[in-house]
């Protein structure tokens, strides 16, 4: 692959959303599958690439370098395509199982999401990551309104308002930014004076922007209740795309632009722990399964980011590789709470229990996708925490033990959390079986003695977590990916050789 195919990644699923909303109905639904599958196969292309050339760069329009719009890839850039492609492309699957893609303009919206998407993790400069993320909102606003639950018009405009509000502080930043440094270019902004106060005033104020669309505590109360008011098909979309995204972009600015900040290793590693210790344990409060999935997805993100807060090549690769886990294992528990939703019509625990007998493939794919998040084998999850320790193991005695802890408890309460999901929902007697719960009413759901999750409905979860448990058995090629992006964000020369030629 050449660089000069980059900005493809975001013009052909452009193309795509703006002839789906022309031509709707089969062929609409046509281009919503190809347009996650050209991200995958680019995504694997720019992987097999990247083994020999450690960065590819493209000016648009052949402008000077350092002032045209860069589209940059390198190792990370490439294994963020390939899993969102993936995690897209088993989302869209869902969607078109359960009928939601059959809504007007949902495989247009989609696929200017995934634009957006793909533009973010391929620019190499802050004012078009900027652009590319509003891009990504867009479609964001129509697709809550459009699907979920009744209560999508108020939590709208709740995602609406933080969203807004945080896009303004990236805008303010990325011009704080320009003010101070003269340019926006990543590539030019390595060489900018990380010590000047000014510069780190800037720099914090898009990082802050990032680290509230991330849902990092304490501006994280927003996305579990944002998040489960959506579709099972959208809830899954965002949980792989707008956090990961912004996530992507906090490893990419923090070490490529701030040079790793090892000054602020102490106060990251402070704020990701206890972002993992309020995700892990805000599951138990809740009576729903994917606002309890919700809080997880708020714990993943501070074991994501602990690799950041620790700062060594280990600790960035075990953050990536963990990542990549979190995206498919959430992914395949969200969907397989779609398909309770779809068949059953209600995501609360109480109705719902003894499907581990009446749903046994089911219940096999949401105890492997519960054990990877508490980190038990065989799973991705696993791997990912024996390498966040390994790379805490390298630190000095008080972080060793302030991420050792961490990890050790949140994992505890993600145990406590996933073990209630699963006694309430699995367990129990059979549904049919369900006592009434007071005096002329019953909790128990109605449903027909052959009303069953069909095997297509299941099947997108299951790619995810195939996908999973093939990283647990052959961990070594992503292990290997990760390790080189993490050398890439901390080796720079070759960014900006390719980017500005010098």
Not at 55 to 61: D, F, S
Not at 198 to 215: D, H, P, T, Y
Not at 402 to 417: C, K, N, P, R, Y
Request: hydrophobic share 55%.
């Amino acid at each position: 692959m050449t660089g000069q195919l980059l900005p493809l990644m975001v013009v052909v699923p452009l193309l795509g959303a703006a002839l789906g909303a022309l031509v709707p109905g089969t062929v609409a639904r046509i281009l919503l599958l190809l347009g996650p599958m050209l991200t995958t196969t680019g995504g694997i292309a720019l992987l097999v690439t990247h083994r020999d050339t450690p960065v590819l760069a493209h000016n648009v329009g052949g402008f000077v370098p350092g002032i045209a719009i860069p589209f940059v890839s390198d190792m990370l850039s490439a294994v963020m395509l390939t899993v969102t492609g993936l995690a897209t492309l088993a989302c869209v699957l869902f969607a078109l199982s359960v009928g939601e893609a059959r809504l007007r303009f949902f495989p247009s919206l989609v696929l200017m999401l995934s634009a957006g998407v793909n533009g973010a993790l391929l620019t190499g400069d802050l004012f078009n990551l900027f652009v590319f993320i509003e891009v990504m909102l867009l479609p964001s606003y129509a697709l809550i309104a459009m699907t979920g639950s009744w209560r999508r018009l108020g939590i709208g405009r709740l995602f609406v308002v933080v969203n807004l509000v945080t896009s303004t502080i990236l805008l303010i930043g990325v011009g704080l930014v320009y003010g101070v440094a003269g340019s926006v270019n990543i590539a030019v902004l390595t060489e900018a004076d990380a010590d000047d106060p000014r510069f780190q005033l800037a720099v914090a104020m898009v990082l802050l922007a990032l680290v509230i669309k991330a849902g990092v505590v304490p501006v994280h109360g927003w996305l579990p209740r944002a998040y489960p008011a959506t579709s099972a098909a959208v809830m899954a979309l965002f949980s792989a795309l707008h956090t990961k995204v912004a996530i992507y972009a906090i490893f990419r600015i923090h070490q490529s632009v701030l040079d790793g900040a090892t000054a602020w290793m102490t106060v990251l590693l402070v704020l990701f722990t206890v972002t993992m210790l309020v995700g892990a344990y805000g599951s138990l409060g809740e009576r729903m399964i994917r606002r309890s999935l919700a809080w997880q997805m708020v714990a993943g993100v501070g074991y994501i980011l602990v690799g950041v807060g620790i700062g060594t090549q280990l600790g960035l690769a075990a953050g990536l590789f963990y990542m990549v886990h979190h995206i498919l294992v959430m992914g395949s528990l969200l969907l397989c709470a779609g398909a309770i939703e779809h068949v059953y019509r209600t995501q609360q625990f109480v109705g719902l229990s003894g499907l581990m007998r009446r749903e046994p493939l089911l219940a096999v794919m949401m105890a492997l996708g519960m054990l990877s998040l508490v980190g038990f084998p065989p799973s991705s999850g696993f791997f990912g925490k024996v390498g966040i320790a390994r790379a805490a193991a390298e630190l000095d005695g008080f972080h060793i033990w302030l991420v050792f802890g961490a990890v050790l408890l949140a994992s505890i309460g993600t145990l406590v959390a996933m073990s209630r999901l699963w006694t309430e929902v699995f367990w129990g007697p059979p549904l049919e079986e369900m006592p009434s719960r007071g005096k002329g009413r019953t909790d128990a759901l109605v449903v027909a003695d052959d009303a069953r999750i069909r095997l297509r409905t299941l099947a997108p979860a299951g790619l995810l977590l195939a996908t999973s448990l093939a990283i647990f058995l052959v961990p070594g090629p992503l292990w290997e990916w990760c390790l080189q992006a993490a050398e890439g964000l901390q080796d720079l020369a070759p960014y900006v050789e390719a980017v500005t030629g010098k």
